[in-house]
């Protein structure tokens, strides 16, 4: 037999052979434990982390949490349960170094997690309750370079109806403190989730999350909260100041800043985005499905003077009412939108920003617009905002330009008896400069500039009907193209330049007071002119015998 055959019949039996061994139950027992073992050195860690801490094993007194908290941080995190639907109240230490910390020490902290890989906290239905103290600084969970951690399905509630606000004693001197910084939660340089929770009463916020440096390099904090109650806190339901990214997803924040007596510490707000020392920028903010009432100052806000590099913002589906809305001073990388959102009784304060389908129930409040497109929102004055004291306004600020495109106005007409800077849509202590495209007023007044302030308003297919009001004070006339101007009232008898391109003018109803056509000096271009209506003798008392035009054009 040729010696290559030979060889070749040795190799199969040899092939064969390996093959039965490897088959055994012995051999696939060895392994496997050798895939398991080398398993093991390569991620150690997430093998201890994932280790289950029960907090019924370690009681609820304050060594026994201590205990919980040091074996967790040893093991870099694990899975906690506390026991289902219980109330545990915590006592805390007063800060002996008066607030001057950075953080809060960890005497002051309950639930302190630090440098942990994967951290998983269940309260089961569980309430935290945070005892009568004098802390200035305190709260109840903070996590600190926690790479992943939830928290999750209960209460957290403060103290801030009881807690002890004298002045605080610091290297023997005692010294006032404003106390906000007693926080339900603090989130610091770390990334997680917090879910099906409920934080109230706390002293200062409900959730403080922020970047961190340590040691030259920046710890990065991203935080979403997802079906939670923040209510009844002193300061701000949630401060975010330079954290990478900020998600509020179907969740209410309410009562925020004062309760009864108790004055809380400002910005009183419901979301307040900080630039916290040059840390970090603030990286993807959304905001969807909320609602956020009921803020002693602000619903939303940005405290700082200016919040720079905001990468993406964005609010959609949410409602706000009663306090304002401030977004002016963020200065967004990828723009700011706000689309989808109800505003109740909200002044608004937003620069830059690309608003749309949004409705404004503008009330007795001023509204504030910087460069900012609105599309497809309406805006309704509502009854109560004639009775108070601005009336219901959108006023320009200063180097103002605002596009409204397909918008509804309704009723916005500030004070009958008010000065012009409060009338309707007004540009008259500041330059509007507002551009008006496919849009339908009703019920709606206009001051337009003073020599002072000049503006300019600009109408482009457009309807205006039922009750509006026009006041030109300005140099510059009003433009009116390819638009419907149906028995509009005047204020005064100079009321500016009006300028008409392909319009349809009509004015046919006796009972307006002062109509447009007579009031103002007008010019025609390519426009249709009805108009039924003779000169009163009321009307000639203030000068006006016909229609004053400076050119007719057809």
Request: glycine share 10%; net charge neutral.
């Amino acid at each position: 037999m040729p010696s290559f055959i030979v060889n070749l019949r040795r190799f199969q039996t040899m092939i064969t052979d390996s093959r039965d061994y490897l088959m055994s139950s012995f051999a696939v027992k060895r392994v496997l434990c050798g895939i398991a073992f080398f398993l093991c050195l390569l991620s150690p860690i997430k093998a201890r982390t994932h280790r289950v801490f029960r907090v019924s094993s370690y009681g609820i007194e304050g060594r026994s949490i201590a205990k919980l908290v040091s074996d967790v941080n040893r093991n870099h995190g694990g899975r906690i349960v506390f026991p289902k639907g219980k109330t545990i109240v915590l006592t805390i230490d007063e800060d002996p170094n008066g607030g001057h910390r950075l953080l809060p020490q960890d005497s002051s902290i309950p639930f302190s997690f630090k440098d942990c890989s994967y951290l998983d906290i269940d309260l089961n239905g569980s309430t935290i309750v945070l005892d009568k103290n004098h802390s200035s600084k305190y709260a109840l969970f903070c996590f600190f370079n926690c790479r992943s951690f939830s928290l999750r399905n209960g209460s957290i509630v403060g103290d801030a109806m009881n807690h002890d606000y004298s002045p605080v004693v610091y290297m023997g001197n005692r010294e006032d403190s404003s106390h906000e910084w007693g926080h339900g939660i603090m989130v610091i340089g770390s990334k997680g989730k917090v879910t099906d929770l409920s934080v109230s009463y706390m002293c200062g916020d409900g959730l403080y999350v922020a970047s961190y440096r340590k040691s030259g390099t920046v710890l990065d904090a991203r935080i979403e909260l997802n079906s939670c109650d923040i209510g009844f806190c002193r300061r701000n339901g949630v401060s975010c100041a330079s954290n990478t990214g900020f998600k509020l997803i179907n969740s209410t924040i309410h009562n925020i800043g004062s309760l009864g007596s108790i004055i809380g510490a400002d910005p009183r707000a419901g979301v307040d985005f900080e630039y916290e020392d040059g840390v970090h920028c603030l990286g993807e903010v959304v905001i969807t499905g909320c609602t956020i009432r009921d803020c002693e100052k602000k619903t939303v806000t940005s405290s700082n003077v200016s919040v720079p590099k905001v990468l993406s913002f964005l609010i959609e589906k949410s409602s706000f009412s009663v306090s304002s809305f401030q977004i002016a001073n963020l200065e967004s990388v990828g723009g700011k939108s706000v689309r989808n959102c109800c505003f109740d009784k909200v002044p608004i304060n937003c620069g830059d920003s690309f608003i749309d389908s949004c409705k404004f129930i503008m009330g007795s409040k001023l509204h504030y617009v910087h460069g900012t497109s609105f599309s497809n929102c309406e805006f309704v004055g509502s009854l109560d905002g004639l009775s108070g004291p601005y009336g219901c306004a959108i006023v320009g600020n200063s180097l103002d330009t605002a596009r409204f495109n397909k918008c509804m106005f309704r009723d916005v007409r500030g004070l009958d008896n008010s000065s012009p800077a409060y009338q309707g849509i007004s540009g008259f202590n500041f330059p509007l400069n507002a551009y008006f495209k496919g849009c339908t007023f009703m019920n709606t007044s206009f001051v337009k500039g003073n020599p002072k302030y000049e503006s300019s308003f600009v109408f482009e297919d457009c309807l205006l009907s039922n009750g509006c009001m026009i006041y030109n004070e300005g140099g510059s006339a009003v433009l009116f193209r390819n638009s419907t101007v149906n028995n509009v009232n005047s204020y005064h008898t100079q009321s500016g330049v009006f300028i008409f391109e392909n319009c349809e003018v009509i004015q046919d109803d006796e009972s307006i007071e002062n109509p447009l056509l007579y009031f103002g000096t007008h010019l025609f271009k390519n426009s249709r002119i009805i108009n039924k209506l003779s000169v009163t003798p009321q009307m000639r008392k203030k000068g006006v015998t016909r229609i004053k035009l400076l050119e007719v054009s057809e």
